[in-house]
C-alpha cells in the first residue's frame, strides 16, 4: 500500500527523469546557439539604427518583455501555423511541438541577450572604431577582433541570468504537449501515479544540478575573461 | 564602409532565417506524410490512467485508445495514430485542427456541441460521485446530495463543480462550501485529516487512489454527473468518418469487446451505457 507522500519515490523518480535530461539539454543548446545569432543581429540593427528594422527590434522587444513566456508559447504554437498557412499554404500545425517551442524561447532570449550586448558595445568607447580604422581593418574585423571580445565579457553576467532563466523556462513546453524533457516526464510520472509532488521534487533537484553546472560553466569563462583583463592591466 | 555593414548584418539575418528553416524541415517531414492520405490523429490524456495516459515507452495507452485500436480494425480505410497531450489542451488542438479525434469520456453540452462534432454512438458513462473514507459511518446507502449542505467538499473545475453550484442556487440558505482543489493528494490527504468532507472524483478514481496512497474509500450518494461519453470530432469532420466511427462502436458493444474493455481497464466494472450504479461504491 502506497502513502500520501511517499519520500522514498523521490530518488527512484529522479532516476527515472534522467532520461528527459536529453532533449532539456537540446531544447537549451538550440535556443542560447540561435539566440545569439539572432540577439546579435537585433544589437547591431539598434547600434546602427537602421530605419524600419529598428522600430520592429524596438516593438519585438517591448513585446517579449511585457508578455508572459507562457502566453507567447501559445501565441507562437497556435498563431505561427495559421500564419504560415496563410502566406505559404504549408500546413504547420502537424510540426513537431518542440519546433515552436525553439522558435517562441529563442525570439524571446534573444531580445534579452540583444539588450545585453547592445548595452555592453555601447559602453566601450568609440575611440576603439576610429583606431582600428586607421590601421586598415574593416568595419567587420574592428567588429569581430576587438569589440565583440570585450562586448561579450561585459554581458557575460547578463547572458547567464538569461540562460539560467531559460533553462527553467523550458519546462513550459510540456503546456503545449512536449512530453519528452524533464518536466513533461515529471507530469506524466506524477500524474499516472498519483504522486505528483514527489515528481515536481525529482524535477527540481534535476533542474538545479543542471544550472550549477551551467554556472559553474559560465564561472569558467568568466575567470578566463577577467585573467584577460587582469594582464592587460598588469602590462599597462 | 556602409556596405559593409549592412552586408554583415544581413548574413547574420541569413544565418537565422536558413536555421529556423533547417529546423522547419525536420518538422515537415511529419506533416507531409498526413496530408493526402485517410490518415486520422487521434489524441487522449498523457496522464489520465486508466483512461489516457502515456505508458512507459511513451505511447498512447488507456482504455479510449483500446477502444479506438477496436474501431480502427473496422475501418481499414482511415490509418489511426494514436497520441496523448496535456488534458487541457485536447479540445484547444481539435479546434486547431491538429488532431482529428479527441477521446477522453466527453459527455455532450451545447457548448461543446456549437464547437465539435459528436459521434451518435456513445461507448462509455462518466460517473462521478462523492468520495468519503470507507469507514466513515455517517455517510451510508442512504445518503443524498442532501447529506453534504453545509460541508467542506473539494471539486474540480468544471462540470461537477457546476452542477454543485446549481445546487447551491436552489438551496441559498445551507450550501455546499465548494473548495476548488483538483490535486488528487491533497484532496485525500484532506479527507483524512479532516480538512474535507468529501471529494467529487470519477468511480474509477476510488480503487486507484486506495492503491495509491494505502486509504480506503467509497462513493456514496447519487452521481453527480451520469453521462453518455462520445468521440469528439472536428467541426467539419468527414461525415463518413462519424458514420464509421458509429457503426463500429455499435457492433463492438454487440459483441462484447467494449464491454470487455471496460472490465479490463475499470476494475471489473462494466460502464458501457445503459449504466446502473451502486448506492456505495467500494472500488
Known amino acids: 500500500m502506497g502513502q500520501i507522500f511517499d519520500i522514498r519515490l523521490i530518488p527512484e523518480y529522479t532516476v527515472k527523469l534522467l532520461s528527459g535530461i536529453p532533449?532539456?539539454?537540446?531544447?537549451?543548446?538550440?535556443?542560447?546557439?540561435?539566440?545569439?545569432?539572432?540577439?546579435?543581429?537585433?544589437?547591431?540593427?539598434?547600434?546602427?539604427?537602421?530605419?524600419?528594422?529598428?522600430?520592429?527590434?524596438?516593438?519585438?522587444?517591448?513585446?517579449?518583455?511585457?508578455?508572459?513566456?507562457?502566453?507567447?508559447?501559445?501565441?507562437?504554437?497556435?498563431?505561427?501555423?495559421?500564419?504560415?498557412?496563410?502566406?505559404?499554404?504549408?500546413?504547420?500545425?502537424?510540426?513537431?511541438?518542440?519546433?515552436?517551442?525553439?522558435?517562441?524561447?529563442?525570439?524571446n532570449t534573444s531580445v534579452f541577450f540583444c539588450e545585453a550586448m547592445r548595452t555592453a558595445i555601447e559602453s566601450l568607447d568609440k575611440g576603439q572604431f576610429e583606431a582600428g580604422f586607421s590601421v586598415g581593418m574593416s568595419y567587420p574585423q574592428v567588429f569581430i577582433r576587438i569589440i565583440l571580445p570585450q562586448a561579450v565579457r561585459i554581458s557575460l553576467p547578463t547572458l547567464e541570468i538569461n540562460a539560467c532563466t531559460m533553462m527553467k523556462e523550458t519546462a513550459l513546453a510540456y503546456t503545449i504537449g512536449v512530453t519528452t524533457d524533464i518536466m513533461g516526464r515529471a507530469t506524466i510520472l506524477g500524474g499516472r501515479s498519483y504522486h505528483l509532488l514527489e515528481a515536481d521534487i525529482s524535477a527540481s533537484i534535476l533542474f538545479l544540478i543542471l544550472n550549477f553546472i551551467l554556472v559553474i560553466v559560465f564561472s569558467r569563462i568568466n575567470k578566463k575573461f577577467f585573467t584577460f583583463k587582469r594582464k592587460e592591466s598588469v602590462a599597462v | 564602409m556602409k556596405k559593409m555593414r549592412l552586408l554583415y548584418i544581413l548574413s547574420a539575418f541569413t544565418l537565422v532565417t536558413a536555421l529556423t528553416f533547417a529546423l522547419a524541415g525536420c518538422g515537415s517531414k511529419e506533416a507531409s506524410a498526413a496530408v493526402g492520405s485517410k490518415k486520422v490523429i487521434v489524441q487522449t490524456a498523457d496522464t489520465f490512467d486508466p483512461d489516457g495516459f502515456l505508458n512507459d515507452k511513451g505511447e498512447a495507452d488507456g482504455f479510449e485508445i483500446d477502444v479506438l485500436k477496436a474501431v480502427a480494425e473496422k475501418l481499414p480505410q482511415y490509418e489511426f495514430e494514436y497520441t496523448a497531450a496535456p488534458i487541457d489542451q485536447i479540445t484547444v488542438n481539435l479546434t486547431s485542427k491538429r488532431i482529428d479525434i479527441a477521446a477522453l469520456e466527453f459527455g455532450k453540452s451545447p457548448e461543446r456541441e456549437a464547437s465539435f462534432t459528436f459521434t451518435d454512438e456513445p461507448y462509455s458513462t462518466l460517473v462521478t460521485r462523492f468520495i468519503v473514507l470507507a469507514d466513515n459511518a455517517e455517510y451510508d446507502e442512504n445518503t443524498t446530495i442532501d447529506d453534504f449542505q453545509g460541508k467542506t467538499v473539494y471539486v474540480v473545475k468544471g462540470g461537477d463543480a457546476d452542477t454543485i453550484q446549481a445546487y447551491n442556487d436552489e438551496h441559498p440558505d445551507n450550501p455546499i462550501d465548494i473548495q476548488f482543489i483538483s490535486d488528487p493528494a491533497t484532496c485525500v490527504n484532506d479527507l483524512v485529516s479532516g480538512k474535507a468532507d468529501a471529494f467529487i472524483r470519477g468511480e474509477v478514481a476510488i480503487p486507484a487512489y486506495g492503491a495509491a496512497y494505502g486509504v480506503k474509500l467509497k462513493g456514496v450518494a447519487e452521481p453527480v454527473r451520469n453521462e453518455k461519453c462520445y468521440f469528439m470530432l472536428q467541426k467539419d469532420a468527414d461525415p463518413a468518418l462519424k458514420e464509421g466511427i458509429d457503426s463500429a462502436v455499435k457492433k463492438l458493444i454487440e459483441d462484447g469487446t467494449i464491454p470487455a474493455l471496460h472490465k479490463k481497464w475499470h476494475h471489473d466494472v462494466d460502464y458501457t451505457p445503459p449504466y446502473t450504479y451502486q448506492p456505495v461504491y467500494n472500488g
Open chain 1, 23 to 107: 532533449t532539456t539539454l537540446l531544447l537549451f543548446i538550440l535556443v542560447t546557439v540561435l539566440s545569439l545569432i539572432l540577439g546579435m543581429a537585433f544589437a547591431l540593427i539598434k547600434i546602427q539604427n537602421i530605419p524600419f528594422l529598428y522600430q520592429i527590434v524596438a516593438i519585438l522587444i517591448s513585446y517579449a518583455r511585457s508578455v508572459p513566456g507562457i502566453v507567447q508559447l501559445f501565441v507562437v504554437f497556435y498563431g505561427m501555423p495559421i500564419l504560415i498557412e496563410e502566406f505559404t499554404g504549408v500546413n504547420a500545425t502537424l510540426w513537431d511541438p518542440l519546433l515552436f517551442v525553439v522558435i517562441a524561447y529563442t525570439f
